[in-house]
């Protein structure tokens, strides 16, 4: 799933660890999902967008 | 005061499968303890019981005997217990590789029980090894099954894990 995060973390200046800190995941998560090679769950989408208080279909995208 | 000790930051932090494998950077022995420590007791009592009890144990009374022979199963189903918070505490990726290792264990240990069971059965191992007992041959022992499952589970997780990587 193609998604913004890493443009959006740019954004913000937040390292991969700081971005998995804010939304209580490991960095290997961050990287995986900005990599494309997971997809994160509903909860985790939701969480993302709350973050970046976007919504999801702004971030993600299939 | 006993909230400035639990921050949100260390309430979120995931449980890594890094804290617990010997040498690597993220290596914690507390942690590994919190999570293993069962299993360590649990092997201790029963390779301390598998040792006494030719000599000492056997003359004990039935119920003691057995209550010997369980003490490691109890302890080993605690370690189960520990292990499921483990994994209930991963975070999303981490608990999927896990998951995944943990069947490709469960299967693959299946898998080979049962193939070297028939082979040993039809005699294929006397036939090409000669020298040795037939009772040799028999992998069916608390430890074998062990070594096999942990040597599975380190192969599952490196295979899941590269493909996150």
Request: glycine share 4%; with cysteine.
């Amino acid at each position: 799933m193609k998604n913004k995060l890493r443009e959006l973390r740019a954004v913000k200046e937040w390292s991969q660890s700081d971005l998995a800190d804010k939304l209580g995941v490991s960095r290997q998560t961050i990287n995986a999902i900005e990599t494309e090679k997971y997809d994160p769950s509903l909860p985790l989408a939701f969480k993302v967008a709350r973050l970046f208080k976007l919504p999801i279909e702004d971030i993600f995208e299939p | 005061m006993t909230s400035t000790l639990y921050t949100a930051r260390m309430n979120t932090k995931p449980n890594l499968p890094d804290e617990i494998w010997l040498g690597k950077k993220e290596y914690s022995a507390w942690t590994d303890w919190k999570v293993n420590g069962w299993l360590f007791v649990a092997t201790i009592i029963s390779g301390a019981s598998d040792i006494m009890f030719p000599q000492v144990v056997r003359e004990w009374p039935i119920a003691v005997r057995a209550l010997v022979a369980l003490v490691p199963f109890v302890l080993l189903l605690l370690w189960v217990r520990s292990l499921a918070r483990w994994v209930r505490g991963m975070d999303e990726l981490h608990r999927r590789i896990t998951l995944a290792a943990i069947l490709f264990t469960v299967s693959a240990t299946f898998f080979f029980v049962v193939l070297w069971h028939r082979l040993e059965r039809a005699g294929v191992f006397q036939a090409i090894f000669t020298t040795r007992s037939p009772a040799s041959w028999d992998i069916g022992t608390v430890g074998h099954i062990f070594l096999l499952m942990t040597f599975c589970y380190f192969l599952g997780y490196r295979i899941f894990n590269r493909r996150y990587q």
